[in-house]
């Protein structure tokens, strides 16, 4: 199975502050991750696919980009709503493996 | 707009079968180039994959799960199933049905998830 790794596991920011998730896959995944946002007690919501495309109707702070194996997912200007837990996963191959999760929390 | 809901018993024993059934509403579930997955999420931790099954009955597991799971799809019905044999404690989880893109291969739509706990 390829082996997602997040960093950091938790983060505390303010609102109005730059935040950035890394994730590293294992082995070579092309372009095949995404990124999801999940709040509590809600189900994942799809955020980016193909590693920087924009899923419709996701505000324009979010973005991400990759450098080989390792991926960023970048919040320009955290908003209140921005609140949550953020998972990457490839889908290069099967088994689909996520992340273990990086949680934004208020500072 | 299309919308995925999950239905099934809460509450399953240990060594019996866990069956979900995932219904699609909306649109057909034969429409478009997708994939139909069951992700589950136990309490407090990470999301797994399951596996996912294609309108044309073509399947994929995790191997950590294959030999308990089977998925199937009713596309008369509009709706693709779960079914998990041999249930511990362990497969206590929100477990949550999805639409998959067939181009990328990402997860653009979720259905709310529903809780099932496997106790006596």
């Known amino acids: 199975d390829i082996q997602m790794t997040q960093s950091p596991s938790s983060l505390s920011a303010s609102v109005g502050d730059r935040v950035t998730i890394t994730c590293r896959a294992s082995?070579?995944?092309?372009?095949?991750l995404n990124w999801y946002q999940q709040k509590p007690g809600r189900a994942p919501k799809l955020l980016i696919y193909a590693a920087s495309s924009l899923q419709s109707g996701v505000p324009s702070r979010f973005s991400a980009s990759e450098s080989g194996t390792d991926f960023t997912l970048t919040i320009s200007s955290l908003q209140p709503e921005d609140f949550a837990t953020y998972y990457c996963?490839?889908?290069?191959?099967?088994?689909?493996?996520f992340g273990g999760g990086t949680k934004v929390e208020i500072k | 707009q299309v919308q995925l809901q999950e239905s099934g018993p809460g509450l399953v024993k240990p060594s019996q079968t866990l069956s979900l059934t995932c219904t699609v509403s909306?649109?057909?579930?034969?429409?478009?180039?997708?994939?139909w997955s069951w992700i589950r999420q136990p309490a407090e931790k990470g999301l797994q994959w399951i596996g996912r099954i294609y309108t044309s009955g073509t399947t994929n597991y995790n191997p950590s799960l294959k030999s308990r799971v089977t998925i199937s799809i009713d596309t008369s019905k509009n709706q693709f199933s779960l079914n998990v044999n041999s249930v511990t404690a362990a497969d206590t989880a929100v477990y949550y049905c999805a639409r998959g893109a067939s181009s990328g291969w990402h997860h653009n739509l979720w259905g709310q998830g529903t809780l099932v706990t496997v106790s006596s």
């Open positions: 082995q070579d995944i092309s372009s095949y």
């Open positions: 909306g649109d057909s579930i034969s429409s478009g180039n997708y994939f």
């Open positions: 996963q490839q889908s290069y191959t099967t088994p689909l493996t």
